[in-house]
């Protein structure tokens, strides 16, 4: 309950310290840098240093995967169909086709299937929706950002990206234990990737041009709650026949929120910062809503 409280109080800061004036309107691009080359990097390098890498968790890893191959799919052809310009169609890929699997995913796993299926979760978000993030995502928010990229561009992009750098700094200090201050330190600079990030999104958040970024909003949505999950399931539990906790709590984590950390990927590259702030904004608190509804589906695979 606290996260959940976290989230809102997060979000309306950011509401707030916008229309009082009291920060600039620089202080978005700000928070923004910070988290990429700070907060995000220090989570990396934290989670991936312990995981426990079993093969018999490769359907979770490989769930972030899909569902960004399947937004990227739908909405790169909804985009030409509908003649969508090229940053609405970004933003809808990058932010809603990877979940909230971490922070809003592990309270909800805790709440809904106990503590001892956390570790899941972990994997849902670090080899999953992190590993995407650091590659896929960065490609589609630069392609559509720019138009163009070279594919020495691409590999320049990926590279010098900092939590991919933390990625494989993680992966080659896995054998080297880390002394208890160096675990502080980076769990401290990883607790403020959500709060600064809510803020920042809170502090774009407007619900003016709503009309107009009605069908993008609802589309997005729609899939990252709705039709996203659905897939998953039809392939892990209709396709492959698989079955139990694992992969009920899997499909869970499909079904999460919009990515809060794809969406400051999304705003940094300019893809359409008011469309990403709506999918955020609305679609946590919305997500609550129907992640019970698929808590309720799920129990009686």
Request: hydrophobic share 55%; with cysteine.
């Amino acid at each position: 309950m606290a996260n959940i409280i976290l989230l809102a109080v997060c979000l309306l800061s950011g509401m707030g310290l916008k229309k009082t004036g009291r920060f600039p309107a620089s202080t978005p691009s700000v928070l923004n840098s910070f988290i990429i080359h700070i907060s995000l990097p220090a989570l990396a390098i934290l989670h991936i240093h312990t995981m426990k890498l079993d093969t018999s968790l490769a359907l979770t890893a490989s769930m972030a995967w899909l569902l960004f191959g399947c937004a990227w799919a739908l909405f790169g052809s909804a985009g030409r169909l509908f003649r969508l310009d090229r940053k609405t169609t970004g933003a809808l890929i990058v932010v809603t086709g990877l979940g909230n699997t971490s922070f809003v995913g592990l309270p909800m796993i805790e709440a809904y299937y106990g503590k001892e299926y956390l570790g899941i979760g972990i994997i849902a978000d670090q080899l999953g929706s992190f590993m995407v993030l650091s590659t896929l995502g960065i490609f589609v928010a630069s392609y559509y950002s720019s138009g163009t990229v070279s594919p020495r561009q691409m590999a320049r992009k990926i590279l010098l990206f900092p939590p991919f750098q933390a990625l494989l700094l993680a992966l080659l200090l896995r054998p080297v234990p880390f002394p208890g201050w160096t675990v502080t330190i980076l769990e401290k600079l990883g607790g403020t990737l959500t709060p600064l990030a809510l803020v920042s999104v809170g502090f774009q958040l407007q619900f003016g041009g709503m009309k107009v970024m009605l069908r993008p909003l609802v589309s997005g949505l729609a899939y990252k709650l709705l039709l996203g999950p659905a897939i998953i399931y039809l392939l892990y539990a209709g396709l492959l026949g698989a079955g139990g906790t694992v992969v009920q709590v899997t499909i869970f984590e499909a079904a999460m929120a919009p990515m809060i950390t794809a969406g400051i990927i999304a705003i940094d590259h300019d893809l359409r910062p008011q469309l990403v702030g709506m999918l955020i904004g609305i679609g946590i608190p919305l997500s609550f809503v129907t992640l019970h509804l698929w808590h309720m589906f799920l129990t009686g695979m």
